[in-house]
């Protein structure tokens, strides 16, 4: 089973995520696969992945907590090789596993001393003894099981909201999602009919049809052309980048060509659509 996921979407939950919560939130593929979203992990994750060894160990452990989920939903919690709670829940299409959310990287609120031993007896293989990752243990956070209660649920809804707007797909049924989600991946690229025909392995010609579907019967340049404009509201909006700069970020060289679709779309010029933006206190909502 292929299965797509919208990386920038996805990434810009977990970060959020952990930003407000301080608890890591990933996401990995059918067969437990981290699709390597996140990078935010804590010093104790940091040296055992930095170690051949130690990034085998967390590998095999993920794909070993996807294979022996039994639960009959939500999320199943457990300790990892390494001794740190982490859970793990399915994202379903139909009957089939499409995805795993997970979350992990805490201490629950037993003794940090007893959590440690715990640990420690399972890090023999660590060049140098446990005792050099000591420090670095001592540095999760714990969370109490009302805490952890209401954070499983919150990701349950997010799961819910992850599958309504199909972050995560099958690739056999969503010809049409693979190409929004890789316009919206590359629309500051240099795009062409015959490269991204390349990159998704879809004929030209069906690359056009699918196109106008997705664009209410315009062209493959028309449609490109309108993701760059939506992202370039966005960047007029919420920064103070040059007008040449916002033209850059999203792919389009020539201030002036830049300049001619952007009214095209808008029937504004790029500056006059920040400054009325600004004037009013609107933020741009691309959905909107």
Not at 154 to 173: F, H, N, P, V
Request: proline share 5%; charged share 20%.
């Amino acid at each position: 089973m292929n299965v797509l996921f919208d990386q920038k979407q996805l990434y810009r939950l977990v970060t959020n995520l952990h930003a407000l919560t301080g608890i890591a939130a990933n996401i990995l593929d059918p067969q437990g696969r981290d699709i390597n979203l996140f990078e935010g992990h804590p010093p104790f994750c940091q040296a055992i992945n930095a170690l051949p060894a130690g990034h085998r160990r967390c590998v095999d452990c993920d794909a070993c907590k996807v294979r022996h989920y039994d639960m009959p939903g939500g999320f199943q919690f457990y300790r990892c090789h390494a001794g740190i709670c982490e859970a793990v829940m399915p994202l379903y299409d139909k009957k089939r596993p499409l995805a795993y959310l997970i979350f992990g990287c805490y201490l629950d609120d037993s003794p940090l001393e007893e959590q440690w031993d715990r640990s420690r007896a399972l890090l023999d293989w660590y060049p140098g003894g446990p005792e050099a990752l000591r420090p670095a243990f001592f540095q999760f956070r714990q969370y109490n099981p009302s805490q952890l209660k209401a954070y499983a649920e919150l990701l349950e809804a997010l799961a819910d909201y992850i599958q309504l707007k199909g972050m995560i797909s099958t690739a056999e049924r969503t010809d049409l999602q693979k190409l929004e989600l890789y316009l919206n991946d590359h629309y500051m690229e240099k795009l062409s009919l015959a490269s991204i025909s390349a990159q998704l392995h879809i004929g030209r010609t069906k690359l056009c049809r699918l196109a106008k579907e997705l664009s209410g019967g315009h062209s493959l340049t028309y449609l490109i052309a309108q993701r760059r404009i939506e992202a370039a509201k966005t960047l007029l909006l919420q920064s103070d980048a040059s007008i040449s700069a916002v033209a850059d970020a999203v792919g389009i060289s020539d201030y002036n060509y830049f300049s001619r679709v952007f009214r095209a779309s808008t029937g504004m010029t790029p500056r006059a659509f920040r400054e009325s933006g600004r004037q009013s206190g609107q933020s741009f909502d691309q959905n909107g």
